[in-house]
């Protein structure tokens, strides 16, 4: 049996580092890495390729015969190619000292990856088997197994990319006669399959055994077969099926459940037969084919989804408390006493309401003071009441599910889009109706979620970029709506119409539920019913981009929406900023009066936390526009690189930036990626990098591409400070105010005359883009970036948000550099 420990990443064994063993052959060894049964790894240096390499020695005092052994495995993995494994460069014996040099990846692994977050989202888990799975592939087309797998194997490089490590028990497969041969055991107990626990000859499905005690593990967050007696465990994989642990995340479905099930299977006839059958199952689990919707017309699919609906006891009562609010708020004859006796009837919806109505937002209509629904119908207003009794009716409505958690997600969610809508509106008359028609702008999502939740977790899988299984490129996802039409046979939104419909909501309302298309107009839209859309559309993608991105990532990306929507509302970006703040207040006021908790974990909290500027986002102040300072800008008259493509370009740059900043981090060369992805993405002529230089307190070039970039750097001299009494010239203005500048034609006489001495020369461009980078309120660099043509930067929102993330990569590899 191999008992055996990690390589490259660490456990060494505790509290002893091995002693540094003189170098072997040509490769200086620089510091262990780690330390197993029968070897150690170290850090070490390729004089002759000038690389970093991974060396693995084995320990002295092993016989001839395991050496040998070991040396003829390792030379047949040296011949496997594949981005999914880590490759052998060399093995051989030196001085009596046995030896394998490997690529050396930066990076944890799995194992630690467990350590730190214990439960993975199924997602997250079927991808990163699915480049583990792609590498046993390669290996076991190459008729190589690797019988060792574990998750201290599996090295996830600075892209997150599964790399499979250590085939140093790896063999062949048993073909003819070698079948025959008696077998050692070997493997890891807790990893190992019943076939290689009773010595037998090496076969793909070993493999597949291994994988799925390491997917079961990253799905539950427990060890599947774990004892201090190595001999126990490997008696219980002989003689007992492995089964799936309770607690799995919340994601795992039937289907995925059984797929694993199979993977461990005792039983060689009903397991996965080998690493590209079990590949291609969770691949089809994770993406599935986009099969045609059935020609069904919308009146018998809306029929079908009701009575599937009506066929559960709290519908068809939601659907009647529903009904009655808005006759009653919609009669000319109701006083507040039916409005009252209607919530009245529902104990548990008027303690909440009472609570509600109490809490700070509504203290400027006697919040704090009120007990009766009657006082509190007269005092917030027929509408107002409305809104919060429909929101409770909602809420109550989920208490009992076994999905519960989720449904309060997408509650949440609803309610941060209808208080931010309330906010925005900029008609004060209209701020109710707002309120309710951005909180049913996705009434369809959030029935499905309520009563459909399996049909929405394969929504929201298969509207999930998924890279093909032959590669790192993502297959291009479904829309929500196209995702949404093929899993229940109508849209989201035909789905929330419908019901809207039935429940005689009115026409103004179904109307907003209603997504505009196309880009945000430049100006709000005439109509009341089209600015209500357009409002409904914009909150539910605030409210959407909060939900799911990063608290890193948050504020940037709001304010960039804010952008977007911001002439469309008749709001300013400022306006719109504390709107948001100001919906995230009342929204975490009224979670807290309705007794929604949430876990720690739960996306849901990043609706409740405040949006603050990140360390990535310090320029945030300073949004990138498609601005002029000086003049307006000129219209594109010519556009060589699709929109699309620039932002595709941009968005793998910022990815592989992000990356190289996770692990091995080397200013110049972050530095360097941001200028290529400036300069290949949007097609610039010339990119140039300036960095204050301390002693005159200038801007210089350093360093760039494209044409004549050698020539042209050095003559970059942007001094920050003006001479006295002089005027600033147009670089030392635009990096003394920190504005990403864009100049459309520098020969307009008011531009022309405000351009540096230097810039006449070899660097001079009619049209030029300038990105200064600062730090406590000082510009200390610059990215300049220019073209040949007036006009010929266009910059779309999209680019425009690309470009202000990546300027502040760069701000932020300083402040790490730092």
């Not at 309302?509 to 859309?533: H, K, N, V, W, Y």
């Not at 425009?800 to 760069?810: E, F, G, I, K």
């Amino acid at each position: 049996m191999s008992l055996r420990g990690k390589t490259q990443g660490g456990d060494a064994a505790a509290g002893r580092m091995p002693l540094p063993p003189p170098d072997v052959g040509r490769f200086r060894l620089l510091k262990s890495l780690g330390e197993g049964a029968q070897a150690t790894v170290w850090l070490a240096h390729d004089p002759r390729l000038d690389r970093e390499v991974a060396v693995k020695l084995l320990k002295p005092g092993t016989d001839r015969q395991a050496v040998d052994e070991w040396l003829h495995e390792a030379r047949l993995v040296s011949r496997l190619t594949h981005p999914n494994i880590v490759p052998v460069f060399e093995a051989d014996t030196h001085n009596g000292q046995s030896y394998l040099v490997f690529e050396y990846v930066p990076g944890g692994t799995l194992a630690e990856r467990l350590r730190e977050r214990r439960q993975l989202p199924a997602r997250e888990a079927v991808e990163l088997m699915l480049g583990v799975l792609d590498g046993l592939q390669a290996a076991q087309q190459a008729g190589v197994v690797h019988r060792d797998l574990k998750p201290s194997n599996i090295l996830l490089d600075a892209k997150g990319r599964p790399r499979v490590m250590d085939f140093g028990i790896a063999a062949r497969m048993a073909q003819g006669g070698d079948a025959a041969r008696p077998q050692r055991i070997v493997g890891t107990p807790g990893y190992i399959s019943p076939e290689a626990a009773r010595g037998e000859a090496p076969s793909a499905a070993m493999d597949v055994v291994a994988c799925a005690i390491m997917l079961a593990e990253m799905l539950s967050g427990k060890r599947m077969n774990q004892d201090p007696d190595p001999w126990r465990a490997v008696r219980r994989v002989l003689e007992q099926d492995l089964i799936l642990p309770s607690g799995l995340a919340a994601d795992v479905d039937d289907a995925l459940r059984g797929l694993i099930q199979r993977g461990l299977a005792r039983d060689l006839a009903q397991r996965w037969a080998s690493a590209k059958a079990f590949h291609d199952a969770l691949a089809a689990w994770l993406h599935p084919a986009h099969e045609p919707t059935p020609e069904v017309a919308d009146g018998a699919t809306l029929e079908f989804l009701l009575r599937r609906m009506r066929h559960k006891s709290d519908f068809p009562a939601m659907s009647e408390a529903v009904g009655r609010i808005q006759r009653l708020t919609h009669s000319e004859s109701e006083s507040i006493s039916g409005l009252s006796n209607e919530i009245l009837k529902d104990v548990a919806l008027t303690h909440k309401l009472l609570r509600l109505v109490n809490t700070v937002q509504f203290s400027h209509a006697g919040g704090g003071s009120i007990s009766t629904v009657s006082r509190a119908v007269a005092l917030v207003g027929f509408a107002g009441i409305r809104n919060l009794a429909l929101s409770l009716i909602l809420l109550e409505r989920m208490e009992n599910k076994a999905h519960a958690q989720q449904l309060r997600e997408e509650f949440l969610r609803s309610l941060m889009a209808a208080s931010l809508a309330r906010e925005l509106c900029t008609n004060p008359r209209e701020n109710e109706e707002a309120f309710l028609c951005a909180m049913f702008h996705n009434l369809g999502r959030a029935l499905t979620e309520f009563y459909f939740p399996e049909e929405a977790q394969q929504i929201r899988r298969i509207t999930r970029p998924e890279r093909a299984a032959s590669g790192d490129k993502p297959a291009p996802p479904l829309s929500e709506a196209a995702a949404s039409a093929q899993v229940l046979g109508m849209s989201y939104e035909q789905l929330g119409l419908g019901v809207a419909k039935q429940w005689g909501l009115p026409q103004s309302l179904q109307r907003s539920m209603c997504r505009p298309e196309g880009e945000p107009p430049s100006r709000p839209p005439d109509t009341p019913a089209e600015r209500m859309r357009w409002l409904a559309r914009a909150a539910n993608d605030v409210a959407d981009v909060i939900l799911q991105a990063t608290p890193v990532e948050a504020h940037a990306r709001m304010r960039a929406m804010g952008q977007r929507y911001a002439r469309t509302l008749g709001v300013s970006g400022e306006a719109f900023d504390a709107a948001a703040d100001q919906a995230r207040q009342r929204l975490a006021q009224m979670a807290q009066a309705m007794d929604i908790t949430l876990p720690k974990d739960s996306p849901a909290q990043r609706l409740l936390a405040p949006l603050e500027p990140s360390a990535s986002d310090s320029l945030s102040p300073h949004q990138l526009q498609a601005t002029q300072v000086f003049e307006p800008t000129q219209v594109l008259s010519e556009q060589q690189i699709s929109r699309e493509q620039a932002a595709e370009t941009l968005a793998a740059g910022i990815q592989d930036i992000t990356d190289a900043m996770v692990e091995n981090f080397k200013l110049n060369e972050v530095l360097r990626m941001i200028l290529e992805t400036i300069y290949r993405g949007l097609g610039f002529r010339r990119v140039v990098f300036c960095l204050r230089d301390p002693k005159t307190d200038t801007l210089t070039g350093r360093f760039g591409l494209g044409q004549d970039v050698e020539a042209v750097v050095p003559l970059f001299k942007v001094p920050l400070k003006s001479s006295p009494g002089g005027q600033a010239d147009l670089f030392t203005a635009v990096c003394q105010k920190g504005v990403d500048t864009l100049i459309a034609d520098a020969s307009i006489a008011k531009i022309a005359e405000r351009l540096p001495a230097w810039f006449l020369g070899p660097p001079k461009a009619v049209t030029f883009l300038l990105l200064p980078m600062q730090l406590r309120g000082a510009s200390f660099a610059m990215i300049y970036a220019d073209k040949t043509e007036a006009g010929a930067i266009d910059l779309g929102e999209k680019e425009l948000s690309l470009l202000r993330t990546l300027r502040n990569q760069a701000v932020m590899a300083f402040k790490q550099a730092s």
